[in-house]
Nanobody
């Protein structure tokens, strides 16, 4: 059974920074792409960022490009999302996902974490 556990969410002022983490277990971490989505109550999940198996390629939603950075440490089975220049519109539950293959293009997300709440105040 794959388990994904996010941490690091919290309350931050507009313009501030936060780094959230996702620790994975139950799967060969280095063989799978990882990603982050965010969820606002009453709305569908929104793609935020993804990273391939070895970190050589990344993808970002236009709304976060230039402000957020996804990275991974395969030795620690952990993926990170560094969030800078945060805005109130970034407020959401940030959810970690594991893809079914080594790349995020051509493979579906098949496991999800419970999410960590990020709230950005004006």
């Amino acid at each position: 059974q794959v388990q994904l556990v996010e941490s690091g969410g919290g309350l931050v002022q507009s313009g501030g920074s936060l780094r959230i983490s996702c620790a994975a277990s139950g799967r060969t971490f280095s063989s799978h792409a990882m990603g982050w989505f965010r969820q606002t109550p009453g709305k569908k999940r929104e793609f935020v960022a993804a990273i391939n198996w070895n970190g050589a390629f990344t993808a970002y939603a236009a709304s976060v490009k230039g402000r957020f950075t996804i990275s991974r440490d395969n030795a620690k089975n952990t993926v990170y999302l560094q969030m800078n220049s945060l805005e109130p519109e970034d407020t959401a539950a940030y959810v970690c996902t594991s893809y079914s293959g080594p790349d995020y293009n051509g493979y579906e997300s098949d496991f999800w974490g419970q999410g960590t709440q990020v709230t950005v105040s004006s």
